[in-house]
Nanobody, 119 residues
Framework: QVQLVESGGGLVQAGGSLRLSCAASGRTLTSYRMGWFRQAPGKEREFIAAIDWSGGSTRYADSVKGRFVISRDNVKNTMYLQMNSLKPVDTAVYYC????????????WGQGTQVTVSS
């Protein structure tokens, strides 16, 4: 069983930065694709970014492209999301997730971390 724990959320002013971390335990995720999602109040969970097992391939939602950077450290079994130029619309609970490289859906999810951006 894989456990994912997010950290790094908090309150930040518009234009500021935060770095989220997602620490995995239970097994090594070197063969897993990982991703970040978020859910704002009253809205559905949405995809933010994903990264392949090696870190060499990444994908972003248009809403965060150019502002957020996803990365991973397979030695530390940890994934990161560097969030820059934050906007109030980025306010949400952020979740990390993992799935086997060739699986269709994400299998493991963290409990989420709150990010609040004030104007």
């Amino acid at each position: 069983q894989v456990q994912l724990v997010e950290s790094g959320g908090g309150l930040v002013q518009a234009g500021g930065s935060l770095r989220l971390s997602c620490a995995a335990s239970g097994r090594t995720l070197t063969s897993y694709r990982m991703g970040w999602f978020r859910q704002a109040p009253g809205k559905e969970r949405e995809f933010i970014a994903a990264i392949d097992w090696s870190g060499g391939s990444t994908r972003y939602a248009d809403s965060v492209k150019g502002r957020f950077v996803i990365s991973r450290d397979n030695v530390k079994n940890t994934m990161y999301l560097q969030m820059n130029s934050l906007k109030p619309v980025d306010t949400a609970v952020y979740y990390c997730a993992a799935r086997p490289q060739f699986a269709v859906t994400y299998t493991y999810w963290g409990q989420g971390t709150q990010v609040t951006v004030s104007s």
